[in-house]
């Protein structure tokens, strides 16, 4: 499959904001395991490119045999689209439109996912060449206004990007956008065990299996210990 038709495919991808290289790895390790194979690494605007691309290129060296695709967000200008194409990126994911850094995208062979909110702005992201077509900001507009705005844009491919409880999730999909998902929340993610498969389904249960797997490191050990 073409990197577009696996991101179709997979409808969910995770943000990874704010977390320094070993947390991100982890992350990664975890969210894969709950079936997740799209992950985002955005720009921090308030520091060096390197923030971003080292992990980014770190992701991509680690899960180079899973089969993950690692994209770029948060990106605002050509020149940190060039940075995450030489880190390893396969996709690119803006807040904004800008054409410019649309055209660059597609001109260095990657997948564009702009971002837009209203119906002009849409269209005019896919004449520019956008693959995929953010709504932004989803969680305020709602599942309503998706569904409404594909009623005459149907034929152009969009995401729902915000924080996702299951319930939401549903609501989404049966406006046939798929989800970009920034904090992945749950009613009660106690109840879900560390080592549960189904654990990337909520932000607790990630960062719950990473501790799961930190303790038994720790008992491995104090074993040999």
Request: hydrophobic letters at 40%; proline letters at 6%; a neutral charge.
């Amino acid at each position: 499959m073409t990197t577009l038709e696996e991101i179709l495919d997979g409808k969910i991808i995770t943000i990874l904001r704010g977390l320094d290289k070993e947390t991100t790895l982890k992350t990664a390790d975890a969210l894969l395991k709950g079936g997740i194979h799209l992950i985002e690494l955005p720009f921090d605007q308030t520091k060096p490119l390197s923030y971003t691309t080292d992990k980014i290129q770190a992701v991509c060296e680690h899960l180079k045999s899973e089969h993950v695709l690692v994209g770029a967000g948060t990106v605002l200008t050509a020149a940190q689209v060039q940075a995450a194409h030489d880190a390893g990126a396969s996709y690119i994911i803006t807040p904004t439109t800008c054409r410019d850094v649309i055209e660059k995208t597609k001109a260095l062979g990657m997948v564009a996912m702009p971002g837009a909110m209203t119906p002009t702005e849409i269209e005019q992201c896919y004449q520019w060449g956008a693959d995929i077509v953010k709504i932004f900001p989803s969680d305020n507009l709602g599942p309503a206004y998706i569904k409404a705005v594909r009623g005459p844009l149907g034929y152009i491919p969009m995401a729902a990007v915000g924080d996702v409880l299951e319930v939401r999730i549903l609501k989404v999909a049966k406006t046939h956008a798929f989800g970009k998902i920034e904090r992945i929340l749950s009613p009660s993610p106690a109840r879900i065990e560390p080592d549960c498969p189904q654990f990337a389904q909520c932000g607790g249960c990630v960062f719950r299996h990473i501790r799961y797997e930190e303790e038994l490191r720790a008992k491995e050990q104090r074993v040999r210990d």
